[in-house]
């Protein structure tokens, strides 16, 4: 197979230096977080889960929090800080209800232990996903995904992300003809995806590419139950969150990306206008601002109009990707459709990355070149772990330099496109 980087090779041990200086920002960044697990997960965004769980079991809508909801999890449930707001569907809140029983501190060290055990799996699934089914290895790679930034941060903020990873690594088996009981236990997992997030839905895409015109209806009446079954049951919350929460706060996003909106209009955005930003710092608890002036200023329109011409174009290449590899690696096309997706929604904040990393392991099993641009990638996710700190650089500088998550993204989406194009055994590539 041809190289798809036409450069002289550089040593062996360089490579192992960059990736060690890269794993060693993601483990470092990570021992600097392990605070925030004790006296229990001080896990922000589980707090919303977890109000929004209290929210459908009194039959209240979480859009927004109603005071009265807030001062009986403060008073009965432990529950000392106001949840951010519930931006997951109200399936996702109704399917959580079961984790009501407990009061926060304990259900969130539940929430923990669960988040864990599907880290393991999917890094089990993974490893054999990179050609690697010795338990040694598979024991001591554990780490790295352990510690990889954006997953870590799922972990911290009791975000549903882990979920996510493991819903796209499970349709990526069934794209390879797996028993129908696994396919709806996949789709059933999809369907939750969906409702902690929405842009998973656009992942089932692969199997009208597939033409698994079947796999695509059940995934869809699936879906489609779901959601009209939640909004029977609690038809103002469902109302609330659809036609009033979910379009204000997509807006809100879009008009005033923050420094960790990794979209492409996010990023084109901060480098394109001047602003004020407020973010945290090193300490969570500790809040920064910076103005960034530019010596530019492109109108919120242009930007949009530029954000979707690169994704466009972007878009028609990935494609073009999919259709010269003519589905001998059905996974593949899956990884970067997923990436893909990461790039066109407002507020796609960091955590969200935890999708990289079975496009990681998959370039990984490439071999050659594909290697060099899983370890690029893999250093430019540890970099964007230091997202505030590069925040506090002056203009230009720190808002390119908040921009190194999408930078990860992007890589891997060339990386996957070449590697696509260029399969020619399935057998090596699936």
């Given at each position: ?10 040593r ?31 896990a ?13 079991r ?11 909801l807030?001062k ?71 780490p ?63 199997f ?30 469902n109302?609330?969150?659809w ?15 923050g ?7 996010g990023?084109?955005?901060r480098?394109g206008t ?29 930007i ?25 690696a ?40 594909y ?11 540890g ?9 506090l650089l ?37």
């Open positions: 197979m041809r190289e798809m980087i036409p450069t002289r090779p550089l062996w041990w360089l490579w192992l230096a960059g990736f060690a200086g890269a794993a060693s920002i993601h483990l470092g960044t990570a021992l600097l977080r392990l605070n925030s697990f004790f006296p229990f997960p001080q922000l965004d589980f707090s919303s889960y977890y109000a929004g769980a209290w929210s459908a009194l039959g209240l809508s979480p859009y927004p929090w109603p005071e009265e807030l009986f999890l403060a008073q009965t449930q432990s529950l000392a800080f106001t949840p951010p707001p519930h931006n997951s569907s109200p399936l996702w809140a109704w399917l959580l209800q079961p984790i009501t029983l407990l009061p926060f501190p304990a259900a969130a060290t539940l929430w923990l232990f669960l988040l864990l055990i599907i880290v393991v799996c999917c890094h089990v699934g993974m490893t054999r996903l990179a050609g690697y089914t010795n338990w040694k290895i598979i024991a001591l790679t554990l790295i995904t352990l510690t990889f930034g954006p997953l870590f941060l799922n972990l911290t903020l009791g975000q549903g992300g882990v979920f996510l990873l493991l819903s796209v690594l499970l349709l990526g088996e069934i794209l390879k003809d797996r028993p129908w009981y696994l396919e709806i236990s996949t789709l059933v997992m999809w369907v939750i995806a969906c409702g902690i997030k929405i842009y998973p839905v656009l992942w089932i895409g692969c009208l590419l597939f033409k698994r015109w079947h796999t695509f209806i059940i995934a869809g009446v699936l879906c489609v139950t779901a959601f009209g079954l939640v909004a029977l049951e609690e038809p103002k919350t109302a609330d969150y036609f009033n929460f979910l379009p204000n706060q997509t807006r809100e996003f879009a008009d005033g990306a420094v960790d909106d990794q979209s492409l209009n990023f084109l955005s480098v001047s602003n004020h930003y407020t973010f945290p710092g090193v300490d969570v608890h500790e809040s920064r601002e910076v103005t960034w002036v530019l010596p530019w200023n492109f109108s919120a329109q242009s949009r109009y530029l954000s979707f011409g690169l994704i466009s174009l972007l878009g028609v290449g990935v494609v073009f990707s999919w259709v010269r590899n003519n589905s001998q059905p996974q593949g096309v899956l990884y970067s459709l997923a990436l893909f997706s990461l790039l066109l929604f407002p507020h796609m904040e960091r955590y969200n990355h935890i999708l990289a990393l079975p496009a990681l392991f998959w370039l990984w099993k490439q071999k050659g070149s290697r060099h641009l899983a370890i690029i990638a893999y250093g430019l996710f970099l964007s772990r230091l997202n505030h700190l590069w925040a002056p203009s230009p500088l720190g808002p390119l330099a908040t921009g190194f998550g999408l930078l990860g993204v992007l890589t891997l989406i060339v990386g996957l496109s070449f590697a696509l194009v260029h399969s020619k055994n399935p057998l090596q590539t699936t």
